[in-house]
């Protein structure tokens, strides 16, 4: 593997942690800014908001731009949007850097899949994609606790500066690892009506139910440990670490599977994780159940999603730069819906288990969709054969 491809999950890595942090630092945005938790708490809404928006449009934007320019582009305004966050008092700015932040993000993501593959032999564009969605998992296990303990210790801003200062070993290391090669691209219109192929478009669908069921699951980990399974709350920290280790070891191990057996992989993988999230349910009562399925749970996730992500590209090879965009957008429409379906399953008194069904039921659609997809395309196929009789 390239070493580029892990210079570009070290920048995925620091992006992951600005992303999943906040949830730690709420308490002491609100009170250092002083506005209410709830607002406090849209600064993660926004961020989600704009990765959902960024990811196409920052792709147009920078579609002709040689690879490295945009990866630096992208990574240099994320940078200085949280050196901004840092030393800004006005919350109305700090939610602006917020977005900012989710624009690059978006826009360095979606040309870091490109690159990633670009940079690979076709069999090994699913581990390319790996690598870089390891850089998520990283952020879990240590990134994120690091800056909630950053933050604890020396307030909220001491973690938006060190997410900046991990950034930037990462553009000196784009500025020397990656191609400054331009993108072979055709015109926007052609590449947008090659992603608007039915197939492509029930693949992002899948994609988004199966990473909603993944970050609902996550997003209401600490009160189903301590309401339902009754853990303490010094137990949560390690929960989500192992939730993350669990990640970890399924993308490491998933890449290399999925460029031999992509289809197997992905059947097999969202079969097992639908059962499993049921299992969960159904046992979180049980601690010693609850910390093997966390594991569990974490390494289908990621062992499975990055193929899920190799099956857009690879479908939206006739748009090889706005295929990244979309596939990233779909995998943050899903981190934004399962949590908001979470919420509200909680929020209609169907307790703490709830968000788990709701991670179950969106896999059994995800499934569903995938299911359609293949017999509409299959039925497709034999149109001709059968005319011909």
Same mark, same amino acid.
């Given at each position: ?36 938790i709830p607002a406090a708490g849209l600064l993660t809404s926004a961020f989600a908001i704009g990765m959902v ?47 900012? !932040? ?5 826009? &360095? %993501? $979606? /040309? *870091? #899949?490109?690159?990633?593959? =670009?940079?690979?032999?076709? +069999? ?28 604890? !210790? ?5 973690? &938006? %500066? $060190? /997410? *900046? #200062?991990?950034?930037?070993? =990462?553009?000196?290391?784009? +500025? ?28 992002? !669908? ?15 980990? =600490? ?73 569990v749970q974490g390494m289908l996730a990621f062992g499975t999603g990055p193929a899920l992500i190799s099956r ?49 039921l969106l896999m059994a659609g995800a499934i569903a969709v995938l299911a359609a997809q293949a017999c509409f ?13």
């Amino acid at each position: 593997m390239p070493f580029a491809v892990y210079v570009l999950g070290l920048a995925v890595f620091a992006q992951g942690t600005s992303e999943f942090m906040l949830s730690g630092l709420v308490p002491g945005i609100a009170a250092d800014l002083g506005v209410s938790i709830p607002a406090a708490g849209l600064l993660t809404s926004a961020f989600a908001i704009g990765m959902v928006i960024g990811a196409p449009s920052m792709t147009l934007l920078a579609r002709r731009w040689p690879r490295r320019r945009a990866l630096m582009t992208f990574l240099c305004v994320f940078i200085a949007v949280h050196v901004i966050g840092a030393l800004t008092t006005s919350y109305a700015l700090l939610l602006i850097t917020r977005v900012a !932040a989710a624009l690059a993000n978006a826009g &360095f %993501w $979606a /040309v *870091a #899949l490109a690159a990633a593959t =670009a940079l690979v032999s076709p +069999a090994a564009r699913a581990r390319a994609t790996s690598v870089v969605v390891g850089g998520v998992t990283v952020a879990c296990v240590a990134g994120v606790p690091a800056g909630a303990m950053l933050g604890g !210790a020396w307030g909220w801003r001491t973690a &938006f %500066w $060190a /997410v *900046a #200062l991990v950034s930037v070993p =990462a553009v000196i290391a784009i +500025a020397k690892a990656i191609p400054e090669e331009r993108p072979s691209v055709g015109g926007a219109r052609s590449e947008l009506r090659a992603l608007a192929g039915g197939r492509l478009l029930t693949t992002l !669908a899948v994609n988004a139910l199966f990473q909603g069921a993944t970050f609902c699951t996550f997003t209401y980990l =600490a009160p189903l440990a301590t309401n339902v399974t009754g853990f303490g709350s010094s137990w949560v920290p390690a929960l989500l670490a192992l939730f993350g280790l669990g990640s970890f070891a399924g993308v490491t191990a998933g890449g290399r599977i999925a460029d031999a057996h992509p289809a197997a992989l992905i059947a097999a993988g969202m079969t097992s994780l639908t059962l499993g999230w049921a299992v969960l349910a159904l046992t979180a009562g049980d601690p010693a159940a609850t910390i093997a399925l966390v594991f569990v749970q974490g390494m289908l996730a990621f062992g499975t999603g990055p193929a899920l992500i190799s099956r857009v590209l690879d479908q939206g090879s006739a748009a090889p730069t706005l295929a990244g965009g979309f596939a990233t957008a779909a995998f943050n429409v899903g981190g934004t819906i399962g949590p908001w379906l979470g919420g509200i399953a909680i929020g209609a008194g169907l307790g703490y288990r709830s968000p788990v069904w709701v991670s179950a039921l969106l896999m059994a659609g995800a499934i569903a969709v995938l299911a359609a997809q293949a017999c509409f395309f299959r039925a497709r196929r034999a149109e001709p054969v059968s005319a011909g009789r």
